[in-house]
């Protein structure tokens, strides 16, 4: 593979939220409102985000809270700190993500974990998710879990719901003082016949992470995050290749790798032209993983595929 040492691989990278600069000039105006949601409604719209956002609802659990869990380990200043992923299986049927950050007082946990679209990193470049959507993915999947935060030296268990409204709710069962590491653990229960695909789930996603999350309960599953790329096939700043015998023409072979999340790559939607996509998918039972810094490119909601939009598209086209 040739490298174009004369191409510029990356603009100054935008994750911060883009603010609107439209300037409005209207004529003839009479009378005017605002679009809104009411309160009858939230139910529907709601219920859109929880079962209709993920296509893939078990991967969306494992990407959404272990990429939150490693926001949250930036945020307090640790991010060299592994999060921690239990499996489940028949002894401990639950799905389960702890990370060493600030944890949540009850008021945040009211007032941005309970709310649809708050979000506290729409600020910064160093945290992956700002949609204010990811805390609430557990609902794609079940109807309750549990998440207790560590913060202040005082352990507090909550459990959120779906209740006989549909739109939700966040009950606090326990609270007690504690001396564990401040940070959340998300605890969700899974259906035994789901065990395996929240191992396979787990490698896709985990892969990726820099640092390696520790994972509890499955030793095989964590020896493969380990060695995914210890040993890969050529690499530089920009892009590595891996092998991956699981990888044939059927899968994604083109990925970029942005905030420890991995986004397959439409060609289609670069128009690269035929020769270049036959070239891309001649890398049989390999993956190339591009590295974008955070904002590089834009994802879209559901975190499954990326936005092509023209600044995506361009700095793909580059890369």
Not at 1 to 24: C, G, L, Q
Not at 266 to 280: F, K, R
């Amino acid at each position: 593979m040739a490298v174009r040492h004369d191409i510029i691989i990356s603009e100054e990278p935008i994750m911060i939220t883009e603010k609107s600069d439209k300037s409005i000039v209207s004529f003839g105006i009479q009378s005017e409102s605002f679009f809104n949601v009411k309160q009858e409604n939230l139910a529907h719209i709601f219920g859109i985000l929880r079962n209709q956002l993920y296509s893939d609802k078990i991967l969306a659990v494992v990407r959404e809270y272990c990429t939150n869990a490693m926001d949250a380990n930036i945020d307090a200043g640790a991010p060299d700190c592994p999060i921690q992923v239990s499996i489940p299986n028949a002894f401990s049927p639950f799905f389960k993500v702890r990370d060493f950050g600030k944890g949540l007082s009850e008021e945040q946990v009211y007032n941005i974990f309970g709310s649809y679209g708050e979000s506290t990193k729409r600020n910064t470049n160093e945290q992956t998710g700002c949609l204010g959507l990811g805390s609430k993915s557990a609902f794609s999947y079940v109807d309750s879990f549990l998440f207790t935060s560590y913060n202040g030296g005082v352990k507090t268990v909550y459990s959120a719901y779906i209740d006989e409204t549909e739109i939700g709710k966040i009950t606090r069962l326990t609270c007690e003082p504690t001396d564990e590491p401040s940070g959340i653990e998300v605890s969700i229960a899974v259906k035994s016949g789901d065990y395996r695909q929240f191992s396979d789930k787990c490698f896709d996603v985990l892969k990726y992470f820099n640092p390696k999350p520790i994972v509890h309960n499955d030793n095989a599953l964590q020896a493969m995050i380990d060695a995914f790329d210890t040993n890969p096939i050529l690499t530089t700043d920009n892009w590595t290749i891996y092998r991956d015998a699981r990888l044939g023409y059927q899968r994604h072979s083109l990925k970029v790798v942005m905030g420890n999340v991995a986004y397959p790559v439409n060609l289609d939607a670069l128009g690269v032209g035929l020769s270049y996509v036959s070239y891309i998918n001649s890398f049989r039972y390999m993956e190339i993983a591009i590295k974008a810094p955070i904002g590089a490119v834009k994802n879209n909601a559901s975190r499954e595929a990326l936005d092509y939009n023209p600044k995506t598209q361009s700095w793909l086209f580059n890369a």
